[in-house]
């Protein structure tokens, strides 16, 4: 029986190959990488195992208008991806100059133009701060941007605030100047 079982005779256990098939599994792998040249040996040995995700349904896009505060539906959106300090040699001393990046877009009849006016940042002890006016290291601004219908931008805007002070949320006002009745409102991660 046990030599039955060395030439080959099923193993017991389902998940072990037959120890005469180990070795020579282990021999082909060997002549293998033999004849493999030291560098795609190194690659063969090192490389990542890659698994086949199936694939995922594509979501679709359908431009809605945000509800806001007030429950009316409002045909722009806004969002903050981040924000962080920029080094500028006209900022006053004791502050520091915030460079925020964030996406407003518009599905509106008419097109709208971001006010320099319409942005202002909150710090982490409510006070407010207005936007610069665009300089050529922040492109493309959101200040001063004309969106036609179903159009976004994806930009910069910069503010000065006290170097203790910590940006925590912009706000945007559509279609007005700030401060207005409704402003978007979003975080800063």
Known sequence: MFIKHRLGAPSASPHKAPLVIRPLMTLV???ILSACQPEQLEDALTAPVQTAIPPKATPTVTPTPLVTGGGEAR????IVSYANEIAADDVASGDKRISVVATIGTSAETGITVGL????LVDDGGATYVANPPEGTTQ???PGFELATDESIYGFVTFDMPAEATPVRLLWCAEDAHPCAAPFDSEIP
Do not use: G
């Open 29 to 31: 792998l060997l002549l």
């Open 75 to 78: 045909p722009h959106y806004f």
């Open 117 to 120: 006016d319409s942005l202002v």
């Open 140 to 142: 493309p601004a959101l």
